[in-house]
């Protein structure tokens, strides 16, 4: 693989969000391959990408997984949908009018298309969810230091309060647990950014700062690829299935 062409996974509908099972975008055999009809929302990139992976019902519980190029006929690129944050990736709707897909379009078997995407969108929690919030967390963290040894009050730098050391002591012992523990790194990092904008005070409610967009682009990171509820039910599914041990990581 080259990497000259970018891709979007498009699987969130409006109703159907952490329930990806509910998706009502349908593809339908025809006598050239299929006929893809339906709407996805919050597809992030997709207005940049070549081709998306479309998560389409091919039967009344089977979903099925395809390749669809940018450029095919009935298939629309809608509004950017403004975020609170993660402003520099437009989040945008697609729209399926009939669209014509080749045979080859089908991405693996017809019905697995869930399976394939709750496999790719474990690996991803870990890594965009996980990992990020960790090394955003780390960003933080430097700039409240940088604050705390810079910023003075009452004539002395504000780092020589106990109130502002407790913050930056209790976000490095949060950062050092989501190292060892990096499924939690979400929570960790809404506690870590919300001590950021305290260290600050007031100029960390303001946009000049960055640590008002780390605030606000943290939100996220509770929701997407997967709710914090969803993952926790994942989580316990799979420990009630395998019979594994509770620190077993490779499950």
């Not at 699987?11 to 952490?18: D, F, L, N, Q, R």
């Not at 006929?35 to 919050?42: C, E, I, N, T």
């Amino acid at each position: 693989m080259r990497g000259e062409r970018t891709c979007s996974i498009a699987i969130t509908e409006p109703g159907a969000g952490s329930d990806a099972q509910g998706i009502r975008t349908r593809a339908q055999r025809s006598a050239d391959g299929w006929v893809l009809d339906g709407s996805k929302h919050f597809i992030s990139d997709g207005e940049r990408s070549d081709f998306y992976l479309v998560s389409a019902r091919t039967g009344d519980k089977a979903i099925s997984m395809f390749m669809v190029d940018k450029g095919l006929p009935g298939l629309t690129v809608g509004k950017d949908q403004p975020m609170m944050g993660l402003r520099g990736t437009p989040h945008v709707e697609l729209f399926f009018d009939y669209v014509p897909l080749e045979p080859l379009a089908l991405l693996g078997a017809e019905g697995q298309g869930f399976k394939l995407a709750m496999g790719a969108l474990n690996v991803v929690r870990l890594a965009q969810v996980g990992a990020r919030a960790v090394g955003k967390a780390c960003h933080v963290l430097e700039l409240m230091t940088d604050c705390a040894n810079e910023r003075r009050q009452f004539g002395q730098k504000i780092g020589d309060f106990q109130m502002v050391q407790a913050m930056l002591a209790d976000s490095v012992i949060d950062i050092n647990a989501a190292l060892l523990m990096v499924l939690h790194a979400a929570e960790m990092l809404g506690r870590v950014v919300d001590r950021g904008v305290q260290v600050f005070g007031g100029m960390g409610f303001c946009k000049d700062l960055a640590v008002e967009r780390d605030y606000r682009d943290a939100r996220i990171y509770r929701i997407f690829d997967g709710t914090s509820e969803i993952h926790r039910t994942v989580i316990a599914r799979s420990r009630l299935k395998r019979g594994a041990a509770l620190f077993d990581l490779h499950g």
